[in-house]
């Protein structure tokens, strides 16, 4: 919105230069007082900028801190929930509860890669059954 | 100064809400500990009768050098001539939070414009760490405090004035203030019409900081070098971040008086190599300053186009985000072997809902105080196993204890608890002393217990007693020092 249109809308005709700057000071158009205009370039420009620093230092910090131990129990919870379910349906699930074994022992090993791996193998074993 | 607006109405009814909560909430100040150290130094300062280069309160019988600047002590020690030291306390702890918020909300008004300031204060308010780091952190909540005034007498070309509170920074903090000097002096480089002035200021506030300065590098080794936690441990509260970023790049493209938040914020990016977790709560100020920056051009943006309606939206969508941001807080959290996204309840919220851990002072550290000061003559030290609660008991008694607080200055020799007079002993280090050393509690007479802490005499007769320093700054100079600076301020302010 220019000065002249906001000028037309409160009713105004042909103020001047000081009436215009106690009129926009009044009207919260700060923004607009002492000729300073918004630049739609350099606010679209610093939006992506803005954007690509913050996405930058959350996927920095998220892969920094991701651990394959935390991804581990994650989806140690998703094949919980899974077996819940397969249990509940009468399916055997004797041959993933042995995998489970395993990656457990993994776990406990500290061999948190390896636990990964296998859990991931039951949670597929799981939603194939 | 620019006359009240509707925005305005809006920034002072956030700071005035979250007063009123806070004063509700009266419980929880002092927050943490922090504040118990500075309580120690303003009753040590008092009780030596003024202002002394060596801590006789910790560390006793030898102590060690008192290297904290003591601009905060001046102060706390003109209230305690009043009001009793807890009352202090939770002043000092309580009154950090609201004083960011004017302090920032009358800088980005004046500098900036109204709108910006509304939002900036919004934007402070959402993080609740950085709520807690003000009650907390109470030297540099001081500094954090003084920067927005700093920076709008930078701005507005009133050295006098912008002398005086760079000094008092200097004078409140052993670091954060040269962040806010690193902050003006990459600002002087790039601004040519406020570089003259910066330097002026910057010289003679360091030159006026002089002797305390030369106190701490004669002493510098006495600092650890120590980093407190890890670069991977954060708390990013992802509204006034993502707001930041843009303010950031924004500013960096309008160039002028914008640079300076840019410069500042990125000069707070060094905390990261010492303090990691207070970079993510003290950045609040300068992210806000940014955010506050971006959302207002946003809002101009969005009203630019609605020829009849432009003002009237615009407002809208400044209360809409205010309730947002005060309902929701979306924070990513970071440990060495793990992150998660979470939405946490922003200040206002916690306040309301009360979940705050309340204070230390409880009736359990009065009790301690009580038999400290009822088994120990002045002169006598005390032992116990939980320094910061020794802090506490310092402040309240006067007696002096054979630990400490403030880590990153180290006694050269540490007296072992034997020399202390009293010694407070929580139930389960004297479980383990019990069962391993039994016969160093042989020479010990009980005189009374607590929930968590029981408390012994020495049966034989003890030496060891604290030396008051000598005075190198007396009480009453310094708080003339403390109405001259405020008296050149305002003097300065009606001036113009």
Same mark, same amino acid.
């Given at each position: 919105?220019?000065?002249?249109?906001?000028?037309?809308?409160?009713?105004?005709?042909?103020?001047?230069?000081?009436?215009?700057?106690?009129?926009?000071?009044?009207?919260?158009?700060?923004?607009?007082?002492?000729?300073?205009?918004?630049?739609?370039?350099?606010?679209?420009?610093?939006?992506? +900028?803005?954007?690509?620093?913050?996405?930058?230092?959350?996927?920095?910090?998220?892969?920094?801190?991701?651990?394959?131990?935390?991804?581990?129990?994650?989806?140690?919870?998703?094949?919980?929930?899974?077996?819940?379910?397969?249990?509940?349906?009468?399916?055997?699930?004797?041959?993933?509860?042995?995998?489970?074994?395993?990656?457990?022992?993994?776990?406990?090993?500290?061999?948190?890669?390896?636990?990964?791996?296998?859990?991931?193998?039951?949670?597929?074993?799981?939603?194939?059954? | 100064?620019?006359?009240?607006?509707?925005?305005?109405?809006?920034?002072?009814?956030?700071?005035?809400?979250?007063?009123?909560?806070?004063?509700?909430?009266?419980?929880? @100040?002092?927050?943490?500990?922090?504040?118990?150290?500075?309580?120690?130094?303003?009753? +040590?300062?008092?009780?030596?009768?003024?202002?002394?280069?060596?801590?006789?309160?910790?560390?006793?019988?030898?102590?060690?050098?008192?290297?904290?600047?003591?601009?905060?002590?001046?102060?706390?020690?003109?209230?305690?001539?009043?009001?009793?030291?807890?009352?202090?306390?939770?002043?000092?702890?309580?009154?950090?939070?609201?004083?960011?918020?004017?302090?920032?909300?009358?800088?980005?008004?004046?500098?900036?414009?109204?709108?910006?300031?509304?939002?900036?204060?919004?934007?402070?308010?959402?993080? @609740?760490?950085?709520?807690?780091?003000?009650?907390?952190?109470?030297?540099?909540?001081?500094?954090?405090?003084?920067?927005?005034?700093?920076?709008?007498?930078?701005?507005?070309?009133?050295?006098?004035?912008?002398?005086?509170?760079?000094?008092?920074?200097?004078?409140?903090?052993?670091?954060?203030?040269?962040?806010?000097?690193?902050?003006?002096?990459?600002?002087?480089?790039?601004?040519?019409?406020?570089?003259?002035?910066?330097?002026?200021?910057?010289?003679?506030?360091?030159?006026?900081?002089?002797?305390?300065?030369?106190?701490?590098?004669?002493?510098?080794?006495?600092?650890?070098?120590?980093?407190?936690?890890?670069?991977?441990?954060?708390?990013?509260? #992802?509204?006034?971040?993502?707001?930041?970023?843009?303010?950031?790049?924004?500013?960096?493209?309008?160039?002028?008086?914008?640079?300076?938040?840019?410069?500042?914020?990125?000069?707070?990016?060094?905390?990261?190599?010492?303090?990691?977790?207070?970079?993510?709560?003290?950045?609040?100020?300068?992210?806000?300053? #940014? +955010?506050?920056?971006?959302?207002?051009?946003?809002?101009?943006?969005?009203?630019?186009?609605?020829?009849?309606?432009?003002?009237?939206?615009?407002?809208?969508?400044?209360?809409?985000?205010?309730?947002?941001?005060?309902?929701?807080?979306?924070?990513?959290?970071?440990?060495?072997?793990?992150?998660? @996204?979470?939405?946490?309840?922003?200040?206002?919220?916690?306040?309301?809902?009360?979940?705050?851990?309340?204070?230390?002072?409880?009736?359990?550290?009065?009790?301690?105080?009580?038999?400290?000061?009822?088994?120990?003559?002045?002169?006598?030290? @005390?032992?116990?196993?939980?320094?910061?609660?020794?802090?506490?008991?310092?402040?309240?008694?006067?007696?002096?204890?054979?630990?400490?607080?403030?880590?990153?200055?180290?006694?050269?020799?540490?007296?072992?608890?034997?020399?202390?007079?009293?010694?407070?002993?929580?139930?389960?280090?004297?479980?383990?002393?019990?069962?391993?050393?039994?016969?160093?509690?042989?020479?010990?007479?009980?005189?009374?217990?607590?929930?968590?802490?029981?408390?012994?005499?020495?049966?034989?007769?003890?030496?060891?007693?604290?030396?008051?320093?000598?005075?190198?700054?007396?009480?009453?100079?310094?708080?003339?020092?403390?109405?001259?600076?405020?008296?050149?301020?305002?003097?300065?302010?009606?001036?113009?």
């Amino acid at each position: 919105m220019e000065r002249e249109d906001i000028l037309k809308e409160l009713g105004i005709k042909e103020p001047g230069k000081e009436e215009i700057e106690s009129i926009l000071e009044k009207e919260d158009m700060d923004h607009l007082v002492g000729g300073k205009k918004i630049s739609k370039k350099k606010l679209s420009l610093a939006f992506i +900028g803005g954007t690509l620093i913050f996405i930058l230092l959350i996927s920095t910090f998220y892969f920094l801190t991701s651990s394959s131990e935390k991804e581990y129990r994650d989806q140690v919870r998703i094949f919980k929930k899974l077996l819940k379910e397969k249990r509940y349906e009468g399916k055997d699930v004797s041959h993933v509860i042995d995998l489970s074994r395993k990656a457990e022992i993994a776990y406990r090993n500290r061999d948190y890669k390896q636990a990964l791996e296998l859990i991931k193998k039951a949670i597929e074993e799981l939603r194939r059954l | 100064m620019k006359r009240l607006n509707r925005y305005d109405g809006l920034a002072m009814g956030i700071i005035l809400v979250s007063t009123l909560l806070s004063l509700w909430r009266l419980n929880i @100040f002092p927050v943490f500990v922090d504040i118990f150290y500075h309580m120690s130094v303003t009753k +040590g300062f008092s009780i030596a009768g003024g202002i002394v280069l060596h801590d006789f309160w910790e560390f006793a019988p030898l102590g060690r050098v008192h290297l904290y600047p003591p601009f905060l002590h001046v102060i706390m020690g003109f209230m305690y001539r009043f009001l009793p030291m807890i009352t202090v306390g939770k002043i000092i702890s309580f009154i950090m939070f609201p004083l960011v918020q004017l302090s920032v909300f009358l800088y980005v008004r004046e500098v900036f414009d109204r709108k910006t300031s509304f939002y900036t204060v919004l934007l402070i308010t959402v993080p @609740f760490n950085f709520y807690r780091s003000q009650a907390l952190t109470n030297a540099t909540s001081l500094v954090l405090v003084l920067t927005p005034l700093v920076f709008l007498a930078v701005e507005k070309r009133k050295l006098l004035s912008s002398v005086i509170l760079m000094s008092m920074t200097l004078y409140t903090h052993i670091s954060m203030p040269h962040i806010v000097s690193a902050g003006l002096i990459l600002y002087a480089v790039l601004n040519r019409e406020k570089r003259k002035l910066i330097l002026k200021t910057l010289g003679i506030s360091y030159l006026l900081f002089l002797p305390w300065l030369i106190h701490v590098l004669v002493n510098s080794k006495e600092i650890s070098a120590a980093t407190f936690g890890t670069i991977l441990q954060s708390e990013m509260h #992802l509204i006034p971040i993502f707001f930041g970023f843009i303010g950031l790049v924004y500013c960096f493209l309008k160039k002028k008086h914008y640079y300076l938040p840019a410069m500042y914020f990125l000069s707070m990016i060094i905390i990261l190599y010492k303090y990691p977790m207070r970079f993510w709560a003290h950045m609040a100020l300068g992210i806000s300053i #940014l +955010g506050g920056i971006s959302l207002s051009e946003i809002e101009n943006a969005i009203i630019r186009n609605q020829k009849r309606y432009g003002m009237t939206l615009g407002f809208s969508v400044a209360v809409i985000l205010m309730i947002c941001f005060n309902i929701f807080d979306p924070v990513f959290t970071t440990t060495p072997i793990g992150n998660e @996204f979470d939405n946490k309840d922003p200040t206002i919220m916690t306040l309301l809902k009360g979940n705050v851990q309340p204070s230390l002072i409880t009736p359990e550290t009065m009790e301690l105080c009580r038999i400290v000061e009822e088994n120990t003559n002045p002169d006598q030290i @005390f032992f116990i196993t939980n320094p910061t609660i020794g802090c506490l008991i310092t402040s309240l008694t006067g007696r002096s204890q054979i630990l400490g607080m403030w880590h990153e200055v180290q006694p050269e020799i540490k007296t072992p608890p034997a020399a202390a007079k009293l010694l407070i002993f929580d139930n389960k280090f004297l479980d383990n002393l019990r069962n391993k050393k039994p016969e160093l509690l042989r020479n010990l007479k009980y005189v009374g217990k607590t929930e968590r802490y029981t408390a012994f005499l020495q049966n034989r007769p003890v030496k060891a007693k604290s030396r008051i320093p000598k005075v190198v700054f007396p009480e009453i100079l310094a708080y003339i020092l403390l109405f001259s600076g405020i008296a050149g301020l305002i003097f300065d302010i009606r001036r113009s």
